[in-house]
């Protein structure tokens, strides 16, 4: 990093103070990054040979930077937690400080810091910008990064428009170089066949934008449009990773005043934590796959990693013409390039590309490798392919490194706000699923700071696995039918594909399994929270689409809620195996019971918090706990 610009300095929160932390501050601003393509650490970066360079021979990049640190930055905890932006927005304030947008995203009223957990603890918040295809605006933090001009290349999009607008207009990735090279197929499903109907064509609106006209019968609002064609211009999306390598180094060591987290000539961090949400969760997986965990002066940047509802999946950003906002879902591409071998952190060999590889063993060489707590919502064991993170390419069981854990979420979609409970989307079948998985991160984040600190283990990993028979093929995973609850395994593959020929040529699976279910169904293994532990209604990761929108293939992100019927009679009527409200608790003081029992047993477990347990047994007395209304 050659320089670091404030723009900003300002208090956080209004003023509002966090105990021992005191106020915080809102600092904003720009870090320069210069890199050596010569450098073994650098040469990594797809097209940085390409890349223009300064009078040193340099390849430069400006990030935007946003920091929240104490006042006082020695009156801090000593963590440094780097929340990956998520196409440029924070993420973090909502997991687990329970903040609601755009306040999460500001920090600018004593509200936006919600219960204060993250401020509470002394922690100083920092985000990078590292996506070089949006643009830096207020809210949205970015990267400038080298554009590769003239370079032109094949680009292929899909697109799923869940409407029955036509024509619809689409947003390309990367410029058009050339209108002739525009192409458009259709198919309602990924394994069927490509077509081009009467009625579908695509046209160039301008060099971003084009225009896709649907055929008028045959296919429904789920059907899969794949867009080929010629772009031109890109950028070398690669140096996102070094971005957030250098910036995290710089604040970590350096201990010049041109560091706003440093005092009296030393840094005032004493641990580094990178976490990340779903996209970003996946760029941390390539981040440490890549290397990019140790910097240019052989040091290890993030002591612990904590990659969260990533799946078994990495990114489309390393690569020419690659997309970081893309991420396939179901019923889309089973092998696109975030869907890559290797899988899981162990080093494994895989016979479909003849690759020996692991996420952890570019930092094994080197010495650099972090501590690993990545965390899953149900939903990625259905739409993911989370299993390939506890199972070798054929499908048998392994075990994690021991300086690896691993944890299933249960009964959790997705990512969801906190507060919300459920309801409908047109194109899902069922009601939709409100838990927010504030409660157990807050408990893991704090086992991570303790394992790094004091070196006390985390608890061990919860998900599903093989040799437990709690990991199964999706049609062994629902013990009997539920009424309400329709069940047809459906969950998204895993593929390698020939990505060098477009459209790719499949070449082999891999086998995916999916967590075995109660008689609930809900899923057996896993960190259950309190809403699992002390149930009114089955909470699912999946959730499948509607009649007219694709409906044997899975809505995105979410999960579903089915509640229980009130009483024996109810259920029965209705043909509903799972045992009644009034069977499961004799009255509301008992249901108030079997929560405070699996509160206390989360709370020795170091699954919860005992604030938490405290906040949700009053949730649970009031009758809020189950998110049902």
């Given at each position: 990093?050659?320089?670091f610009?404030?723009?900003?300095?300002?208090?956080?929160?209004?003023g509002?103070?966090?105990?021992?932390?005191?106020?915080?501050?809102?600092?904003?601003?720009?870090?320069?990054?210069?890199?050596?393509?010569?450098?073994?650490?650098?040469?990594?970066i797809?097209?940085?040979?390409?890349?223009?360079?300064?009078?040193?021979?340099?390849v430069?990049?400006?990030?935007?930077?946003?920091?929240?640190?104490?006042?006082?930055?020695?009156r801090?905890?000593?963590?440094?937690l780097?929340?990956?932006?998520?196409?440029?927005?924070?993420?973090?304030?909502?997991?687990?400080?329970?903040?609601?947008?755009?306040?999460?995203?500001?920090a600018?009223?004593?509200e936006?810091?919600?219960?204060?957990?993250?401020?509470?603890?002394?922690?100083?918040?920092?985000?990078?910008?590292?996506?070089?295809?949006?643009?830096?605006?207020?809210?949205?933090l970015a990267?400038?990064?080298?554009?590769?001009?003239?370079?032109r290349?094949?680009?292929?999009?899909?697109?799923?428009?869940?409407?029955?607008?036509?024509?619809?207009?689409?947003?390309?990735?990367?410029?058009?170089?050339?209108?002739?090279s525009?192409?458009?197929?259709?198919?309602?499903?990924?394994?069927?066949?490509?077509?081009?109907?009467?009625?579908?064509?695509?046209?160039?609106?301008?060099?971003?934008?084009?225009?896709?006209?649907?055929?008028?019968q045959?296919?429904?609002?789920?059907?899969?449009?794949e867009?080929?064609?010629?772009?031109?211009?890109?950028?070398?999306?690669?140096?996102?990773?070094a971005?957030?390598?250098?910036?995290?180094?710089?604040?970590?060591?350096?201990?010049?005043?041109a560091?706003?987290?440093?005092k009296?000539g030393?840094?005032?961090?004493?641990?580094?934590?990178?976490?990340?949400?779903?996209?970003?969760?996946?760029?941390l997986?390539?981040?440490?796959?890549?290397?990019?965990?140790?910097?240019?002066?052989g040091?290890?940047?993030?002591?612990?990693?904590?990659?969260?509802?990533?799946?078994?999946?990495?990114?489309?950003?390393?690569?020419?013409?690659?997309?970081?906002?893309?991420?396939?879902?179901?019923?889309?591409?089973?092998?696109?390039q975030?869907?890559?071998?290797?899988?899981?952190?162990?080093?494994l060999?895989?016979?479909?590309?003849?690759?020996?590889?692991?996420?952890l063993?570019r930092?094994?060489?080197?010495?650099?490798?972090p501590k690993?707590?990545?965390?899953?919502?149900?939903?990625?064991?259905?739409a993911?392919?989370?299993?390939?993170?506890?199972?070798?390419?054929?499908?048998?069981?392994?075990?994690?490194?021991?300086?690896?854990?691993?944890?299933?979420?249960?009964?959790?979609?997705?990512?969801?706000?906190?507060?919300?409970?459920?309801?409908?989307?047109?194109?899902?079948?069922?009601?939709?699923?409100?838990?927010?998985?504030?409660p157990?991160?807050?408990?893991?984040?704090?086992?991570?700071?303790?394992?790094l600190?004091?070196?006390?283990?985390?608890?061990?990993?919860?998900?599903?696995?093989?040799?437990?028979?709690?990991?199964?093929?999706?049609?062994?995973?629902?013990?009997?039918?539920?009424?309400?609850?329709p069940?047809?395994?459906?969950?998204?593959?895993?593929?390698?594909?020939?990505?060098?020929?477009?459209?790719?040529?499949?070449?082999?699976?891999?086998?995916?399994f999916?967590?075995?279910?109660?008689?609930?169904?809900?899923?057996?293994?896993?960190?259950?929270?309190?809403?699992?532990?002390?149930?009114?209604?089955?909470?699912?990761?999946?959730?499948?689409?509607?009649?007219?929108?694709?409906p044997?293939?899975?809505?995105?992100?979410?999960?579903?809620?089915?509640?229980?019927?009130?009483?024996?009679?109810?259920r029965?009527?209705?043909?509903?195996?799972?045992?009644?409200?009034?069977?499961?608790?004799?009255?509301?003081?008992?249901?108030?019971?079997?929560?405070?029992?699996?509160?206390?047993?989360?709370?020795?477990?170091?699954?919860?918090?005992?604030?938490?347990?405290?906040?949700?047994?009053?949730?649970?007395?009031?009758?809020?706990?189950a998110?049902?209304?």
């Amino acid at each position: 990093m050659t320089g670091f610009e404030v723009t900003e300095d300002a208090p956080a929160f209004a003023g509002r103070s966090f105990g021992e932390a005191g106020e915080y501050r809102r600092i904003t601003g720009r870090a320069t990054i210069a890199l050596d393509p010569a450098d073994p650490r650098n040469a990594v970066i797809a097209d940085i040979d390409l890349a223009p360079r300064n009078a040193a021979g340099r390849v430069e990049a400006i990030a935007d930077v946003a920091i929240l640190r104490p006042a006082d930055p020695a009156r801090g905890s000593g963590t440094l937690l780097l929340d990956v932006p998520n196409r440029g927005r924070k993420l973090a304030p909502q997991l687990f400080d329970d903040a609601a947008q755009p306040g999460a995203n500001n920090a600018a009223t004593a509200e936006d810091a919600g219960i204060g957990f993250l401020a509470g603890r002394g922690t100083t918040m920092v985000w990078v910008g590292w996506q070089s295809d949006i643009p830096s605006i207020p809210g949205q933090l970015a990267l400038a990064a080298p554009v590769l001009r003239g370079v032109r290349g094949p680009v292929r999009e899909e697109f799923v428009f869940d409407n029955s607008r036509n024509p619809a207009t689409v947003t390309l990735a990367w410029p058009l170089a050339d209108t002739a090279s525009l192409k458009v197929t259709v198919r309602q499903a990924w394994s069927d066949p490509r077509q081009t109907p009467e009625g579908l064509s695509v046209r160039a609106v301008d060099e971003k934008r084009v225009e896709v006209s649907r055929p008028a019968q045959g296919f429904d609002a789920g059907a899969l449009y794949e867009v080929t064609y010629t772009g031109r211009d890109p950028a070398v999306l690669g140096v996102g990773f070094a971005a957030v390598r250098d910036v995290a180094s710089f604040l970590r060591r350096d201990g010049s005043p041109a560091n706003p987290l440093a005092k009296a000539g030393r840094t005032t961090v004493h641990r580094t934590i990178g976490f990340g949400v779903s996209q970003s969760g996946r760029f941390l997986r390539d981040f440490l796959h890549l290397g990019f965990n140790e910097d240019t002066q052989g040091r290890v940047v993030f002591d612990g990693l904590m990659p969260h509802v990533a799946g078994a999946r990495r990114m489309a950003t390393n690569v020419r013409f690659g997309q970081p906002g893309r991420n396939a879902r179901h019923p889309q591409d089973p092998a696109w390039q975030a869907d890559t071998f290797p899988f899981t952190y162990g080093v494994l060999e895989d016979p479909l590309s003849g690759r020996r590889d692991g996420l952890l063993l570019r930092c094994r060489l080197s010495s650099t490798c972090p501590k690993v707590m990545q965390s899953d919502s149900e939903h990625e064991w259905w739409a993911s392919r989370a299993s390939l993170l506890v199972t070798d390419t054929a499908g048998h069981h392994i075990d994690l490194p021991p300086d690896v854990r691993a944890y299933l979420i249960a009964g959790t979609p997705h990512f969801e706000a906190p507060g919300g409970t459920t309801g409908r989307i047109e194109a899902a079948s069922l009601p939709t699923n409100p838990m927010h998985a504030g409660p157990p991160m807050r408990a893991l984040l704090a086992a991570m700071e303790s394992w790094l600190a004091d070196g006390r283990e985390p608890p061990s990993s919860r998900v599903p696995m093989r040799s437990h028979g709690t990991l199964v093929a999706a049609a062994a995973a629902m013990p009997a039918p539920i009424p309400g609850l329709p069940y047809a395994g459906i969950h998204t593959s895993a593929a390698y594909s020939d990505q060098a020929v477009l459209p790719p040529q499949e070449i082999g699976r891999y086998p995916v399994f999916v967590p075995r279910l109660d008689g609930d169904g809900m899923s057996i293994a896993g960190v259950r929270a309190l809403q699992l532990a002390a149930p009114r209604a089955s909470y699912t990761g999946w959730n499948p689409r509607a009649n007219g929108f694709s409906p044997m293939t899975l809505y995105p992100l979410q999960g579903a809620v089915v509640p229980f019927a009130a009483t024996k009679e109810a259920r029965m009527a209705a043909g509903d195996p799972r045992p009644s409200v009034a069977e499961r608790y004799a009255d509301d003081g008992a249901y108030a019971a079997a929560v405070r029992a699996a509160a206390a047993d989360a709370v020795a477990e170091r699954l919860l918090l005992p604030a938490d347990a405290e906040a949700l047994i009053a949730r649970a007395e009031n009758g809020r706990m189950a998110q049902l209304r």
